[in-house]
């Protein structure tokens, strides 16, 4: 089996088909019929038997499932499982309500099996893969609990300029309650993608009321463009897809995904077609968010800044994990390399030597008191 997935409905004809469609994809589904259960299924339980991924009901009988996200990511036991929370159509204030207590995912029931199953595959890949290697909390190195947010950068990206200013077609289908998306944002589009576009930017207008962080506008060439520095542009890409030519979008997210500076920059493709074979398509390709056209502004928001955390702290994670590992190699006293770095190395030239039998001279220095 690839993947723990438990559960968490209180129909038991839910709980049987959603089991037949994960068995069908070679996955362990374990069943819960209520809050109580799928709390006992995380913190009652070693490691090794906890679930990979949790599927969530929202309407159980006993605790309602945004309390139950809530108590999830409180504990360093259920902080990190990805959760798909699963809403009924027409309730856009309980998937609100779920993606702002921790999901990880919305889906709205019943779910074909091509998107249920892509959007499981694409969880657990990018929560084994962008959050690097991770200490349990045995070893009492866990993560710490999530504190101050840091701002960070959105961008709105299109095969060109042109095409991303046009995205004032995309603001009549979003659906803002009443906001203006035609308001002066107060920041400046052309300098931060180096030219003055002179229109409404539409989205990124209606984003900003919401939204503390970076906004900003470029083109596919900017987007993928050497800046210099190992870190994208932005931490999070927005890629709206055209309904003129809607493999575009598909090409540019496998590009974002593939190249070397933006493979770990969270994309969420804004699919006004809302085909469950397209947004499938689009997970399966890396996307970490497909929005609808029925997906409200609020909502668009919260699913926003809830990639860039997440990005934010795989980032946190593996800057960790590759000073740990630069530690591990230098003698912390003098900053000089230590034999955990000399071993291989001399095994190298070593085997070097024997291949090309040429000599190899190694000198040995011992410097008494160097320490004090």
Known sequence: MS???????????????????????????????????CLAAVFDVPLAMRPDL????LNLPDIPGDEVLRRLRADPRGR???????????????RLAALAAGADAVLLTPTPDRLLLARVRNLLRTHA????????????????????????????????TADAVGTDRR????????????????????QDTG??????????????????????????????AETG??????????????????????????????????RHAAVCLMDATGQPDRAAMAFDLGADDVVGPDVALGELAVRLRGLLRRKQAADRRRSRFELDLRLAMLDPLTGLYNRRYAAPQLAAIAARSQDTSAPYAVMMIDIDRFKL
């Not at 949790?54 to 009901?57: D, F, G, T």
């Not at 959760?83 to 856009?92: E, R």
């Not at 209606?206 to 503390?212: D, K, N, R, T, V």
């Open 171 to 190: 603001r009549d289908q979003v659906q803002h309650s009443g906001q203006d998306t035609g308001q002066d944002t107060g920041q400046d589009t052309g």
């Open 229 to 262: 520095t190992a870190r994208a542009i932005a931490d999070v890409f927005i890629v709206e897809a055209d309904e003129r030519r809607p493999d575009a979008a598909l090409r540019l997210l496998s590009e974002l995904k593939s190249h070397q500076r933006t």
């Open 80 to 94: 990190s499982i990805p959760v798909i929370a699963l809403a009924v159509a027409g309730d856009p204030l309980a």
């Open 129 to 160: 893969d962008l959050a690097g290697p991770a200490l349990p909390e045995e070893t009492g190195f866990a993560d710490a609990p999530p504190g101050f947010e840091m701002p960070g950068t959105l961008a709105v990206l299109a095969d060109t």
């Open 195 to 224: 030219q003055d576009t002179g229109q409404d930017t539409g989205l990124l207008a209606a984003l900003s009321p919401h939204l503390a962080d970076r906004l900003i506008l470029v083109s596919r060439t900017q987007g993928l």
């Open 54 to 57: 949790i599927l969530l009901a």
């Open 3 to 37: 993947g723990r997935i438990l559960i968490v409905d209180d129909v038991a004809t839910n709980r049987i088909v959603y089991r037949a469609r994960l068995a069908s994809g070679l996955y362990d589904p374990v069943l819960a019929t209520d809050g109580q259960a």
